[in-house]
Structure formats: C-alpha cells, structure tokens
C-alpha cells in the first residue's frame, strides 16, 4: 500500500511549484526553446525556471531535446504523459473562473482584477 492517502497526490506531486502549470500551458501546442519560455514567462527568474524544467523532465512531463548544435539548442515539448495533464489543466482553470468567489479572497481578488497572460482562455 502506498503511504500517500489518496493516488491524486501522485497527480498533484506533478503540477506542484508555482511555474509548472505555466510551463505546460506554454508548452501544449508547440516545442519551445529555453529562451521563448523566459519571454512567455517575464517573471520567473532563469534559477527557478531551470529547477521547475528539469523537475518536470524528471517526472516525465515533459521532453528535453538537446541537439549537438554551435552554440547547443535546447528545446521543451510535452511528453504523452504532459499532453494527458493538459484537459486536468483546463478543468482546473475553468473552476478557478466559475468559482472564484469561494477561493481563498487573496487568489480570487487577484484572478478578478487582471487575467494573468499565462491563462488558458
């Protein structure tokens, strides 16, 4: 028997860190290299979106593709596994839009006032 309570921490273990559901909301239609996401993602720091990103690949989330180029390139794209995260990913945004108002008022104020431009629409 597992020692988690419940097999979604296992799903929950995957998406936890501030700038995971970022990444993978960026990453769901395209192969992107390092710099395009420090462009979608201004505010995240290049430590933390490193860390977030070889977390990611570890979990096999997503894909990392390193090509033997002068200077190396290095491209993301979602695993099967990332791609099958992606309709969870949705559902949770779209309750976050429907129920708002019985967030945590901090969250749901902000969500009110400025859509974040890393939001699924």
Request: proline share 11%.
């Amino acid at each position: 028997m597992s020692s988690l309570p419940c097999p979604a921490y296992q799903v929950l273990r995957l998406l936890a860190g501030k700038w995971k559901p970022a990444i993978l909301f960026h990453l769901r239609s395209q192969t992107l290299r390092f710099g395009d996401l420090r462009r979608c993602l201004p505010e995240v720091s290049q430590k933390v979106l490193t860390a977030q990103l070889k977390e990611l690949e570890s979990d096999g989330v997503i894909i990392r593709t390193l090509y033997p180029d002068v200077p190396p390139r290095v491209e993301y794209a979602l695993s099967p596994l990332g791609v099958a995260l992606l309709p969870l990913l949705q559902q949770m945004h779209d309750f976050a839009l429907n129920h708002g108002d019985l967030l945590a008022p901090s969250d749901a104020a902000v969500a009110r006032e400025e859509p974040h431009p890393t939001e699924p629409s």
